[in-house]
């Protein structure tokens, strides 16, 4: 469909409307975006610092998985939903069907933002110092990721008004991913064999390279991250072809 | 004769309806080896007509006789199995009052929310914002959250900005007769102004006031085909009898 709106305007409006709508009249208003994976934080760091005791980047490493982790899974979980949770917009104005479901995680994006600057503010201030090159391959990490959350959301939203079980299903396969991901556990407590699988779920590459980044200060293999790049590409390709064929009768399906 | 804005030829529409509804990946596995049948319906069938430049046209017909598919087609909501629809000027559809709105924002945020889902840019929509509160005379109430106003003030806040919104072509899907004697005649004021100034109307009304005061030509939709043409008196005549 041929654009009829200001998209930049629409974007920003619709990203705007959301976060008002959401923190607007909260006590601490956007702190409360910050308080889930913060207590989620501390629970785990709790119990497994204890369990992975020798590891002394533990913390550090635990804060960053969690993180990363909270985008791909509020993000995926919104983005599927978006243009249900948008449809009587859908089904009664003249516009591009992308711009409801790339705003959808704009409440988790500026999340994901705010805790990168904070966290890489602290590492520069407290260390472990990172050389430039990996905070600038660590940015294009991010832009990865929110490559992957928008391919999958682009791909899974137009199908979702035809089977209407697709959230609860991505539930539980968000859930059963928290534990494949090295997320509270060191990789290398995996049987080497394993790790190529475990690699193939998006968030354990994002997740590994950015703590080799960010807290090893070192940078992932051309090939390792050419792999990334390749796996980033497919989830987003994949995602607007499905956009392509199925987004435009989606008003159809509400 | 004045050139077309909008050309709609042989547009036709069918939705498929199956017998069991399926609408879960689990109803699917469960039910594949139980297969349904289909009713196809067809809702319009080889409509072509031009809406022409300063031209007000209304489009009449039954309920299920194809009307708002048809606006939705035309509006870009929908896609045609066949025809097309040719706009050589920019449209801004009105398919529903206040569509959009949001219940936790003030006045204020939602004519910037409803005026860039109809078209407008944001610099526009904040230029618009003292001129649009006053249309719709509510002023005072500009920071007031929408979910504290009345319906008949929401609904003359949603017709000044979709009156502020208006381009070239404006689609209307029974939005007429809200507000009170004073609003309504603001309304009518505007509407006029707008067909002085050029524009083009294609409007979707059981209302006869609008049809017959305003329209300069009308057609009558019936089992998905244009049955007759004629005057908006004519064609809604026609209509009254259509209905028994």
New interface residues.
């Given amino acids: 469909m041929t654009p009829t709106v200001d998209v930049r305007g629409l974007l920003w409006t619709l990203i705007r409307t959301d976060f008002k709508v959401r923190y607007h009249g909260t006590v601490m208003g956007f702190l409360w975006a910050l308080m889930k994976p913060a207590a989620m934080f501390l629970v785990l760091m709790t119990v497994f610092s204890l369990i992975f005791a020798t590891d002394p980047h533990y913390k550090l490493n635990l804060l960053i998985g969690l993180y990363l982790w909270e985008f791909f899974a509020e993000g995926t979980k919104v983005g599927l939903t978006a243009l249900a949770a948008k449809g009587y917009l859908l089904a009664k104005t003249r516009l591009p069907r992308w711009i409801l479901i790339v705003t959808a995680p704009s409440n988790s994006l500026l999340t994901l933002l705010v805790v990168s600057v904070v966290l890489l503010v602290t590492l520069a201030v407290a260390g472990p110092r990172p050389p430039l090159v990996c905070v600038g391959l660590f940015v294009l990490l991010l832009v990865q990721l929110v490559l992957i959350v928008i391919g999958f959301a682009l791909g899974t939203s137009s199908l979702f008004l035809r089977y209407r079980d697709l959230n609860q299903i991505w539930e539980v396969v968000v859930h059963a991913g928290f534990f494949l991901a090295p997320i509270v556990y060191p990789l290398g407590i995996m049987p080497q064999r394993f790790h190529v699988y475990l690699y193939l779920w998006p968030p354990t590459p994002i997740i590994q390279y950015a703590r080799m980044l960010l807290v090893e200060g070192q940078v992932p293999t051309a090939r390792a991250l050419a792999l990334l790049a390749g796996v980033t590409a497919v989830v987003f390709v994949t995602g607007l072809l499905l956009y392509r064929r199925f987004a435009p009768a989606a008003a159809e399906h509400l | 004769m004045t050139p077309a804005v909008l050309e709609i030829r042989d547009i036709a529409k069918a939705?498929t309806i199956p017998s069991v509804r399926r609408?879960?990946?689990?109803e699917?596995i469960f039910g594949f080896f139980r297969p349904r049948s289909h009713q196809r319906l067809q809702v319009l069938d080889g409509v072509s007509f031009d809406l022409r430049a300063g031209e007000t046209l209304a489009i009449l017909g039954l309920n299920g006789a194809g009307k708002s598919t048809l606006l939705?087609i035309i509006?870009?909501?929908?896609?045609a199995d066949r025809g097309t629809v040719v706009a050589r000027a920019?449209?801004t559809?009105i398919?529903?009052l206040g569509?959009?709105w949001?219940g936790?924002?003030d006045a204020v945020?939602n004519v910037?929310?409803l005026g860039?889902?109809?078209?407008?840019?944001?610099?526009q929509?904040r230029a618009a914002i003292d001129e649009i509160l006053a249309f719709a005379g509510l002023e005072r109430f500009a920071n007031l959250e929408l979910k504290h106003f009345s319906s008949g003030m929401a609904s003359r806040l949603a017709y000044a900005v979709a009156f502020k919104a208006v381009r070239e072509v404006l689609v209307l899907d029974e939005i007429f007769a809200v507000g009170d004697l004073g609003f309504r005649a603001r309304c009518e004021a505007r509407y006029r102004e707008l067909r002085a100034a050029g524009h083009s109307v294609l409007l979707v009304s059981h209302d006869p006031k609008p049809v017959i005061e305003f329209c300069d030509r009308a057609l009558l939709l019936d089992g998905g085909r244009i049955v007759s043409e004629g005057s908006g008196r004519d064609i809604f005549e026609a209509y009254v009898r259509l209905g028994g």
């Fill in positions: 939705f609408t879960t990946v689990r699917h939705k509006a870009g909501v929908y896609s920019p449209i559809p398919l529903e569509v959009g949001n936790d924002l945020d910037l929310l860039t889902l109809m078209g407008l840019s944001l610099r929509a």
